[in-house]
């Protein structure tokens, strides 16, 4: 299925953001608005494009190309009568629909959480839907929005300044052909908007609404709005199934490295890099065994903890999650963990000179180790993600996830204390491998 | 859908195995002829059971039960006219079942792979239908076989003296109520044999063939016959995707460890928690660092790694594979292989003191654990098996998976060259870490 994507405006109320460029241009965290559109359908599986631009069209298109780029393919149509209503914008791609096709229409300027589009695209029915929110109260900017009336899944009315109303449009459709030829009459009545061609379909009983039942949108028009959405996008990177330590210390600073990061050209995989070479040096801090080499070891084992929470977060917010750097990203911990434990047994063993502190490093690599092994293991089994504080019972509170183990590290660094975390960690990772050994028969049988 | 076995038979051809006890308890690597019918049917999906029984009933009721340690259900019909022919047998048994249930019939004479169940499951059409091999050539002791002469798929003969025949009975059915109703019909004709019954049934048109496709099964009716099965069974056993080492050395000795193994009560993951005490056994002893005791744990590593084997075999044999059993396997070879590692690693380093020794054997220990987490993350991402012959480039002849490992560390002790066999552990599990860091990408995007 098409994507047709309205991005001809100029935005006057987004100046100065708007300032030599068209709305559709204007940087959301690392991305402009439209490559955000663009993004967001393709993870719903929309791969082709339509995009209508207008103010300032030709420098859209040199910026945006043909969608190589993205992944997707993408066809352009110019709307120099742009000022009039959005309604002519949308009417102008006419030519490029079937007259059986159904497509799905978006604006630039509207953000959305990608389940809003798969459950607009689960619907079956052949009307024309509009995506809409009945959580009217959680509305950013109220007044400004499109109002809808719907009566169980039937829009009634839609409009600005209605009275009456008990969900907010989207700015997300799924089409049939038959908008193009309401905009075509509502047009000839000098009724240019889009909700003009909207009214003509509800008379013909032809408007359907599809709830996004929470699901994250919003419809940036003002700096104010902008800050808004960048804010409920930081928000929204934490994974609540993460390790404790992951949850409420890593994450504080990471969201601002993240949203430090997602406006450079650094990509996921390069922080990734990154990641690794700050475990790699703290590995070989470790190794020198004395005060206060170990403590800035402990302070970038922490460092590179956090990293590695920042790849996966500028890959969410910038919409380029892939499975492949989410692997290599579990390879390169493998290597920071083994490295980070031999650089404290080294160093370790390099004052103490007690042969003990091998064998005790090498029990702590195993455990550790096996750690991700069960992981994965889990993950072949049941095809889910093994959940700590859901499976472990009260080993959960050991300790014994990569977050909660690089933070004891950087205790250990920081207090000139490694053996003894060398030691917590053989202990506890152990017994924790050993409990999965039995208690993954029940996901096993 | 229940399945029927008909086990009434004293089975005087296989005497002496049959004296004292009824056909079906033959012996037959580690289980009875009925177990290995009640355990094919019940991986191909079947889980309740009719038993008829007749010579000896009593004994093999006694001995099966109610199925509960097969995991299955089991009903018993009682024959007492058992050496009337087969037909009145399986009549018996018509009480147990619907007029409108469709079950599968089965000989406890009869072994066959699973694979045979399910194809013949898969057929959708509402005949009765037998299970057919059209690879005449390659059926065991022909003169004796059921011939079957097949047109399309229907079954237009059936007898042990045809003269003209395309197909051999390999005695399993998929069958509806129909077959009883044609019994009635062929025993009051005093025709009691099965084959009257379904010559009924090809006389109303009402009798199908469903080809094995090759695939494994044999009538066990003499000593001779139960030899070939014997063998052929074990012959089945080996992977063809397991490493060099496994498939040309290891197999050629756990084949008979095997065979050995499985007419003992020990369980496969008792002979997992084996072979991890064997290996445990040469991590000590690498661990003394001087021949010939390194000479001795070397001996062990690879006995280790033959066991390593048995434990699946022996499993597969007795129809008793589980996922567990094969996650627990792997567990305690990730312990065996940080154990063994450990092990060289420290001999090496009590007559050397050499620290790097240290680091050579982390490096190889860091890189060997990565072979299995790269398979986990492979079975992850596209739900196989990993076949190193096939993605590993050339490099599937460096030697770096687990089988092949173990082979050198064994070398490694024999030769007194651990030294060096850590080195080459700790360059080409890296080398092929490296490799597929980046060759997984065709995996995952």
Known sequence: ?????????????????????CKALVPLLGLSLVERVILS????????????????????????????SYGVKI??????????????SVFKARDHFESEERFVLMMCDHMFDPDNL???????????????DKKIDEVFDLDDATKVLVEGDKIVEIGKGLKKFNAIDCGMFLCSYSLFESLEKSIRENKDSLSDGVEVLIDKNEMR???????????????????????????????????IISRKINRKVSLQITKYLSSTSLTPNQISFLSFLVGLAA??????????????????AQFSSILDGVDGEVARLKLIKSNYGD???????????????????????????????????WIALVGASLSSFYKEKYKVATGKTYISQKYDGW???????????????????????????????????????????????????
């Not at 205790?411 to 490694?418: A, I």
Request: proline share 3%; glycine share 10%.
């Open 118 to 132: 798969r459950l607009l695209l689960q619907r079956k029915d052949k009307k024309n839907i509009l995506c809409v």
């Open 1 to 21: 299925m098409k994507g047709l994507v309205i991005a001809a405006g100029d935005g006057t109320r987004l100046h100065p953001y708007t300032k030599k460029k």
């Open 209 to 243: 609404a599809c709830d996004v039942k929470g699901g994250f949108w919003a419809d940036i028009d003002t700096p104010k709005s902008l800050k808004f959405v960048k804010m409920r996008l930081i928000q929204s990177l934490p994974n609540p199934r993460e390790g």
């Open 75 to 88: 066809e352009w149509v110019h709307n120099p009568d742009w000022e009039e209503g959005n309604g002519v």
């Open 41 to 68: 359908a393709k993870e719903a599986g929309i791969k082709e494009f339509v995009i209508v631009s207008g103010y300032e069209g030709s420098l859209l298109k040199e910026r945006i190309g043909d969608g190589t």
């Open 283 to 300: 590995a070989v801090l470790f190794g020198l065994g004395r005060f206060p080499w170990v403590l800035y070891a402990g302070l970038l």
């Open 395 to 445: 080993l959960r509170y050991i300790f014994a996830g990569r977050d909660s183990r690089l933070f004891l590290i950087m205790l250990g660094g920081v207090l000139n204390q490694v053996l003894v975390v060398l030691c917590i960690i053989a202990l506890t990772s152990n017994v924790l491998a050993i409990y999965r050994f039995f208690s993954f028969r029940r996901f096993l049988d």
């Open 327 to 361: 692997f290599i990203d579990s390879i390169f911990d493998r290597y920071v963990d083994g490295f980070i434990i031999l650089g404290m047994t080294f160093g370790v063993y390099f004052v103490s000179h007690n042969l003990w502190v091998w064998i005790i490093g």
